[in-house]
C-alpha cells in the first residue's frame, strides 16, 4: 500500500535555529515527490516538485532533497513568516494522476 | 490568473440538508480534484477529472456524495443529505499534465453541518 510519513508532527523553533522536515514514502513506483506549505485558514500551497534520488530545489530559505526512501525539507535561518504546516505528497506509478499526502509537519518558529 | 475560486468559504448546515459546493479550476489546466481535510484524516482525495470525465471516485466516501463537471471552468461536489461527520474543509485543486502535474489548490470550504 501507498503510504507517506512525515515527522516529527510538530516543531518548534527559534529564529535563525536551522532544522530539517522528514519525509518517509513507500510507493510502487515514484513519479514525483512534492511539497506544499500550507498557512491556517487557507489551501496547500506548492513548493517544489522532484522526481529522482539525489535531486534538490531551493527556494529563499528551503531547500528540499530526495532519496529513493526519503524525502527532507531543510529550513536555513528560519524567520516567524515560516511558521505554517509543510506537507509532503507522493504520486505514485500506475497511470493515475493523483497524489498521496503524508499528515504534515506543524513548524512554528519563535522570534 | 486569479487561481482555483470556491464558493462558497464557509457553509453551516443541518443536518439532512442538501450542500453544493462549487469550483472554478485555473484557466487551461486539465485535471481537476476534489479533497477533504480533517483533523484525524489529514487531506484526503475524493475524486478527480480529466478533461471533465471522471476518472477515479474511489474515495467518495458513500452514495451520498456526488460530483460533476459539465464543462472546463466549472465543477460541483454534491452532499445529498449532509450528516454531521461531512463536517470538514473542502479543497478543490487543478493541475496541467504540460506543468508537470503539480496541484494549485482552492482557498477551501468549511463546512459544519449541525
Known amino acids: 500500500e501507498d503510504q507517506v510519513t512525515q515527522s516529527p508532527e510538530a516543531l518548534r523553533l527559534q529564529e535563525g535555529e536551522s532544522s530539517s522536515l522528514n519525509c518517509s514514502y513507500t510507493?510502487?513506483?515514484?513519479?514525483?515527490l512534492f511539497w506544499y506549505r500550507q498557512d491556517p485558514g487557507k489551501g496547500p500551497e506548492f513548493l517544489f516538485t522532484l522526481y529522482s534520488a539525489g535531486e534538490e530545489k531551493e527556494k529563499e530559505r528551503l531547500k528540499a532533497t530526495l532519496t529513493k526512501k526519503e524525502s527532507f525539507l531543510h529550513i536555513t535561518a528560519p524567520k516567524p513568516e515560516d511558521s505554517a504546516t509543510y506537507l509532503c505528497?507522493?504520486?505514485?506509478?500506475?497511470?493515475?494522476?493523483?497524489?498521496?499526502f503524508g499528515a504534515g509537519t506543524r513548524l512554528a518558529v519563535h522570534p | 490568473d486569479a487561481g482555483v475560486i470556491q464558493s462558497p468559504r464557509h457553509e453551516v448546515t443541518e443536518m439532512g440538508q442538501e450542500v453544493t459546493l462549487r469550483c472554478k479550476p485555473i484557466s487551461g489546466h486539465d485535471y481537476l480534484f476534489w479533497y477533504r481535510q480533517t483533523m484525524m484524516r489529514g487531506l484526503e482525495l475524493l475524486i478527480y477529472?480529466?478533461?471533465?470525465?471522471?476518472?477515479?471516485d474511489s474515495g467518495m466516501p458513500e452514495d451520498r456524495f456526488s460530483a460533476k463537471m459539465p464543462n472546463a471552468s466549472f465543477s460541483t461536489l454534491k452532499i445529498q443529505p449532509s450528516e454531521p461527520r461531512d463536517s470538514a474543509v473542502y479543497f478543490c485543486a487543478s493541475s496541467e499534465r504540460a506543468g508537470g502535474y503539480e496541484q494549485y489548490f482552492g482557498p477551501g470550504t468549511r463546512l459544519t453541518v449541525t
Open positions: 510507493v510502487s513506483g515514484l513519479r514525483g
Open positions: 477529472f480529466n478533461n471533465n470525465v471522471p476518472i477515479d
Open positions: 505528497a507522493v504520486r505514485p506509478g500506475g497511470g493515475y494522476n493523483k497524489l498521496i
